[in-house]
């Protein structure tokens, strides 16, 4: 039997989402088809752009669209009147999916069952704010997602249901995180009938086990020739969106658009130098074997073949890049 206070099963329940980018998009959709979502949290608006135009969180503009009120503030401790706002509420649960900030523990007691996280790792590895980056960076061949509660530590709550994905050959962090997230928000309305049903079981984290993904920085993007072929390509595909993988040559920082690990053996080359140059584009070895430059995009330009940007630097084979 149900506890008491339970919901009766499928009930609908008061939410509250607190999430910023796309990740965050199919968890809430999702709640809003099962579920009364009284607001959206998400981070303020920001400049973005050469331009510098005004863009708003994915969730944010989503939220407009589907007519459910909206909060954008820019700090949460101390903020009394947001805490008052989510009081009056009076929400079941609250989600947070990607929102971007740690959320004080007087926000995390006002809902009636607290707060759920939805992580795109299988905890407790890959803790922080870019798990799916560092999953394909570290050539992991399974991921997944996990419900979790909120605590005010970093994703270190109990897990409380967890479903896993293989990560297709090849797949980049854009592919892998759109996957993950609508596997995430099915694996959200799932923790949520069992939350109704006072069926939710979670487990505390080994601590033990947990490992780190901490946020990327444009020091991460830089390619280490040094590394074999599919490291230099999987840390390739993990970087996808940002920063972007880079080397450097003639003091220039060069972006690469599209790179592939091949089967060709370096000779025994210095990691870093240019076998060859044709058609397919540029051979470039690594600490083992070698990748494939197909497509660049120098300091100020269009991205461009690279064995077309090569010629117009003097890259011939025997020459080194950064």
Not at 4 to 13: Q, V
Not at 28 to 33: I, V
Not at 88 to 107: F, N
Not at 120 to 130: C, Q
């Amino acid at each position: 039997m149900p506890e008491a206070g339970a919901s009766p099963p499928g009930a609908r329940l008061r939410v509250a989402l607190f999430g910023s980018p796309a990740f965050a998009l199919p968890a809430l959709e999702a709640l809003h088809r099962r579920h009364q979502v009284l607001l959206v949290v998400a981070q303020p608006d920001k400049k973005a752009g050469r331009g510098l135009r005004v863009a708003s969180p994915a969730t944010a503009g989503r939220a407009r669209e589907l007519a459910i009120p909206l909060a954008q503030p820019a700090r949460l401790k101390g903020n009394e009147d947001f805490a008052a706002r989510l009081r009056r509420l009076e929400l079941d649960v609250a989600v947070t999916a990607a929102y971007g900030k740690i959320l004080p523990a007087s926000l995390l007691a006002v809902p009636r069952h607290g707060f759920l996280n939805v992580h795109a790792s299988l905890l407790p590895k890959y803790r922080g704010a870019a798990p799916v980056q560092w999953a394909l960076i570290h050539r992991e061949r399974e991921t997944g997602v996990s419900i979790m509660r909120t605590e005010a530590g970093l994703d270190t709550g109990p897990v409380c249901l967890q479903r896993t994905l293989p990560i297709p050959d090849g797949a980049g962090a854009s592919k892998l995180m759109t996957a993950l997230a609508d596997l995430g928000a099915d694996a959200l309305l799932e923790a949520l009938d069992a939350l109704a049903s006072a069926e939710l079981s979670c487990h505390r984290q080994d601590d033990d086990l947990a490992t780190q993904a901490p946020m990327l920085t444009r020091e991460d993007g830089r390619i280490r020739w040094q590394d074999p072929a599919a490291a230099v390509a999987a840390r390739h595909r993990g970087v996808e969106l940002w920063p972007g993988s880079h080397f450097r040559f003639a003091g220039d920082s060069v972006k690469v658009a599209e790179l592939t690990a091949t089967s060709e053996t370096s000779g025994g080359a210095e990691p870093g130098t240019v076998l060859r140059s044709d058609g397919a584009g540029l051979l470039v070895a690594c600490g083992a074997g070698s990748v494939r430059l197909l497509r660049v995009q120098p300091p100020g330009k269009r991205v461009m073949a690279a064995r077309d940007w090569g010629n117009g630097r003097g890259v011939r084979p025997g020459v080194r890049l950064g």
